[in-house]
Structures are given as C-alpha cells and as structure tokens.
C-alpha cells in the first residue's frame, strides 16, 4: 500500500505552485506509507513539468522499493496496489519492479494491466510516447483522486485529498485513461475495461462536466464479459431443491439438508477452496514484521517477530467471522490474530444502577450495541472450533467527544469529495476500527493492534446478496430484476465504497485486503444463478436465505450460530448512525 500524488503543468510557476497543493495533503499521503517518502520534479517534455511523489508501506519483496520508480530510459511509475495471482505473481520480488519492468518489455501497457490480478491504483509516464497513463483495477478496490485545472492547464492525482482542494473527483474504475502530453492542453482519453454500456456513459458523461474536459473513448481493453448471460427465469427444476426443504422451521437443520445435495455441496466446496486462496495469499503476501518490529528492521537491527501481524475487522457477522476462521489456517500458532470489533458510545444513564466506583460495567452499559454482543458471541464460537489459536478480541469504544474532534479534524478530509450522512457513519466507523486502539476483553489491558494488514468483508452483500433490498426486489419483481441488481451493485462497488474505504483504513499505515472481491471468487460468484447465492424468499427469514451460500459454507466450516445471524448493517450495528436520517442526504457535520 503506498500514498502517490502526481501533478501535471505547464510551467516552472504552476510547479511552484503545486509545492502548496502537495503541502495541503503530504501528511495524508505520508500517513499511508509511513516507511518511505519520496519526491521529485521531473521535465517530461518541452511543454510539460511532473511532480512525482510517493510513500511506501512495504508489503511486498525482500527489500522495500523507494518510489517514483524510474527505469533505464527514463519511464516513470506510481504503483499502489499489490498482484495476488496470475502469471505475473512472484514471491520474492517487490510488484512494482515486477509492473516496471514488464511495461518496458511489452508491446503495449495494456497487455500488462490485462495480466494484472489483485488490487491496484497507478500513475504512469511513458517517456518515448509522451503518454500519462493512470487509473484502477476493474473492480475498484484503491483510491485514486482526479483534478483537472482548465485555467492553469494543470492535472492532480493523488491517493487522497483534503477540502482544501477543490473540484477533486474519484478516478472511475471503467479503464485506463491518458493524457497525451505531446498536446498542449490539457486532454483525456479512455481505454474501457469491457464494452462501454448505458452506466459507462453516464460515469463519462458526469466526468467531462466535473473536469470541463472532453474525453475519447478508445478500444476496450478485456474481451467482451459473458458473464452476463443473466439467469433470468428459473424453472421448477431449478427450485425444487430448496423448495423440498422439509425443516424450514429450524435454520441448522435446513442448512445441513442443503448440504446433502450434491450439487449444493459441490458449489460450498469449489468457493470455499477459492476463499481459502483468497486469504492465503493476503496473510502470507507481506514481510514477517508488526508495524513496531518493521522499524526496526529498516534501521538495519535483527529481529524476530510473534506479535499480531493480521487484523480482522471484526462485527462478530458472517463474513467476517469466515475470514477469521480462514486466516487461522495460515498463520502460525505462536501468533496472535486481532478481532477488531468498534462500539459508539450510547446516551446512557447509568447514575441509577452503577456507584462510581465500578466504572467497567459502567463502561460495559455504555458501548453495549448488538456488535458488541454478536462480537462476543462469535469469539465463543471461534474459540471452540480453535482452541489452540492465540486471538486478541479487542474492543474499541469511541466517546461523543473522541468521534467529534476525529471526524472534523480527520475523517471528513479522507472521505472527501464523498460527503454523504452514510459516507460519513461507515467512514467513521472504519476509521476508528482500523485505528485498533481499545482494550482486551479478556484482560481489560489498554492495547493498540500492531498488524499492518486488514481483513475486511467488504464485497460479501454484493456477490451473496445481503441487503434487505434485495429481498424485497425478488418479492415485487422477480429473480430477473434481482439478478440485475446484483450485477449493478458490484459494477457500483467501488464508487460507493471501496476508494473511500481505502482512504480510511490506509491512514493508519495499515493495508485493507478483501478477499471477497478476489478476481477468482468475483468471477466464479457471477457464473452462478442468483438463487444459487442467495434465496432471500418468505420461507427464508433473514439469517437463513441472505447470502445463502456463504451460510452453508459458514456452517460446513463449524459455526452453528455464526451461520444464522441475521445480517446488520455496520453503521446501525456499531450505533454510530441515527436511523432517523437519511443517508443519502449531505452530511452538515463533515
């Protein structure tokens, strides 16, 4: 994970004036990859001047990378991401020099970015075409901010922005765009990732008004998507296997009814492998140090490291408590794993009930939200199924005041230019939880988690279906509107979520990882039939037929409870979020 910032002008005077720009938001870039900062100014043409910045969290390699990367004839890259798979996955070398140098020995950038498996943002300068290449990976999973400056004929990229600077967009993840700096204005195009429909206009369409630039659409870049040969009416075949279901009455017995069909069976399995490798690569995929130890070893003294090196946000729901039962299988004994769980403080009057002298109980009333309960109830359950597995449930308890001096001074700049009542709760939920700062449950210990990776569940209500919504949409419309929706959720996915939750997490110095929106399951999840991920239908109470598949792999796996918690939205969840507003609506406290 690493901050970049880029910033494209015309002239020695606006690249004076980036210095001001770069200054408004160097302590959030930094914030992002506390272990290396650099920058430099760069002449890419006779028209153009480059100010290259970038700050590392070293998560790859056996070495860490300084960035801007620069090869021998003089190409420049900015790389935030992390290759997980395919043929361009290499263990013991650090992926930016794995992307540089397979950039200036292929034909073109693209057929590198098609190869290309994991989570990624990039800026990149080629020196012999005179192109800015930049953009995200197809499904979206880092932030890259966009400013075009029509006035002065200057462009900003950056990972994260502040208020300060004004007219900032999300780089869409459709395809990669570019600038030609052989033109003397500035200018865009974009190489789409699939064949442009009806949503791709209208993400070009709303960008060109916000940046005041026209932009070309070229060639797309990956084949045509199949993916979409949507299963829109089922037949009585299709159904009879979960409308046979005889124990409807009791959750356990009708997920373990389902895994007795063998095709239902065959699918728990072939996801369950996948998710395997999902978080296998994300928890082995980073050198062997906390984000204690790690300053150590880059000041060049021999340590050896048993602390918390993975985290796992952690609501006590399904799909984080899959994640965590996952992860167990691959880190090693002597390790602890941090279950992260956050709570908001509650309006309680306590003065009735409690003296003043037991003031953990009185805590105890006070950060009491059903995260907080489910929390517990999951870690029982974790505990039963590995009883050897050394696991910190780390409780973070915001305050009123703590929430209020955070979210003005911090929280409302990573968020930006997202400003919405939701963006606002989940965004501060995050921050807070990703910050890992609480105490431990089973010993009342102040502790801050040292792990510079996250496990997040990000992704999971998309592909399984999760969302009340989607219930009601297969009551009133049918499986083929909701097989529509689910495409369009996670085509959506990553300007809802996912830049913005990068944003937050990474301000810690720590790297999110989703192992849900692993190409493999992503693309495996969407061959499915919707009723083969979820049967959100009147005989299937929420709990049971929400994300359906990844109950009956929760309950294969051991979790008897776990498997049947109905789903909670994380803002209501954590009771950051008033339920009386809405949260679509602009947030007055950002």
């Known amino acids: 994970m690493c901050g970049i910032f880029c910033h494209i002008s015309q002239s020695h005077e606006n ?59 003089g190409n420049i890259l900015l790389w935030n991401g992390d290759i997980f798979s395919g043929n361009l996955a290499q263990d013991n070398t650090c992926d930016t020099d794995v992307v540089l140098n397979a950039i200036q020995s292929s034909l073109t950038i693209f057929t590198v970015f098609k190869e290309l498996q994991g989570p990624y943002s990039f800026v990149y300068f080629q020196k012999s075409s005179n192109l800015l290449y930049f953009g995200r990976d197809v499904i979206g999973r880092h932030s890259l901010l966009l400013k075009s400056n029509t006035d002065e004929n200057s462009v900003t ?40 429909d009806l949503r791709f206009t209208d993400v070009i369409e709303a960008l060109e008004t916000r940046l005041g630039v026209d932009i070309d659409i070229k060639e797309t870049i990956l084949e045509t998507d ?14 009879e296997s979960f409308e046979n279901n005889p124990y409807f009455e009791n959750s356990c017995k009708t997920l373990e009814y389902f895994l007795q069909n063998r095709d239902i069976h065959e699918r728990v399995d072939h996801l369950s492998q996948l998710l395997c490798k999902a978080v296998e690569v994300r928890v082995k995929k980073q050198p062997r140090y906390c984000k204690n130890c790690i300053k150590l070893f880059l000041n060049g003294k021999n340590v ?22 996952i992860a167990d299988k691959y880190i090693p004994q002597n390790e602890y794993i941090d279950l992260i769980n956050v709570a908001f403080e509650k309006s309680v009057n306590t003065s009735k009930k409690y003296n003043t002298d037991n003031e953990r109980q009185c805590t105890q009333v006070q950060y009491d939200v059903p995260d907080r309960k489910t929390g517990k109830q999951t870690f029982e359950e974790l505990l039963n199924i590995c ?21 003005s001074a911090r929280i409302c700049n990573l968020l930006y230019p997202l400003c919405t009542i939701l963006d606002e709760s989940l965004g501060c939920a995050v921050w807070f939880a990703s910050r890992a ?154």
């Open 157 to 196: 990229l950056t990972s994260v922005a502040t208020k300060q600077i004004d007219g900032i967009v999300e780089v869409p993840a459709i395809g990669i765009f570019v600038m030609n700096l052989a033109n003397s204005r500035v200018n865009l195009a974009c190489y789409p990732w699939k064949e442009p």
């Open 387 to 407: 009883p050897k597995r050394k696991w910190n449930f780390v409780e973070v308890n915001v305050s009123q005041t703590e929430l209020q001096k955070y979210r």
């Open 226 to 239: 199949t993916l979409t040969s949507l299963h829109l009416h089922p037949n009585i075949k299709d159904l």
């Open 437 to 590: 700062k609480g105490t431990l449950c089973t010993s009342n210990n102040v502790y801050e988690s040292p792990c510079r990776v996250l496990l997040l569940g990000m992704g999971a209500d998309e592909l399984f279906g999760g969302y009340m919504r989607h219930r009601t949409i297969l009551k009133h419309k049918g499986w083929s509107a909701l097989t529509q929706e689910l495409s369009i959720e996670l085509a959506r996915i990553s300007e809802r979520n996912l830049g913005r939750d990068d944003r937050i997490v990474s301000d810690h110095g720590k790297q999110s990882r989703l192992p849900y929106l692993d190409e493999r399951i992503v693309r495996y999840v969407q061959k499915l039939k919707p009723w083969e991920r979820c049967y959100p239908t009147d005989k299937m109470p929420s709990g049971l037929g929400d994300k359906l598949l990844l109950r009956l792999l929760a309950y294969k796996l051991g979790f008897r409870n776990t498997a049947n918690f109905p789903k909670r939205a994380f803002q209501f969840g954590s009771r950051i979020a008033n339920s009386k507003e809405n949260a679509k609506d602009v947030s007055d406290r950002l």
């Open 304 to 325: 050896t490291c048993t602390h918390a090196k993975i985290g796992v946000l952690f609501s006590g729901g399904l799909d984080s408590a899959i994640l965590a039962l």
């Open 15 to 73: 690249n004076e004036k980036v210095s001001t720009e770069w200054n408004i938001c160097k302590d959030l870039i930094v914030a992002r990859g506390p272990d290396k900062a650099t920058e430099r100014f760069e002449r890419l043409n006779e028209n153009w001047f480059g100010h290259f910045a970038a700050s590392v969290l070293w998560m790859q390699g056996a070495n860490l990378t300084v960035q801007p990367a620069i090869d021998s004839t």
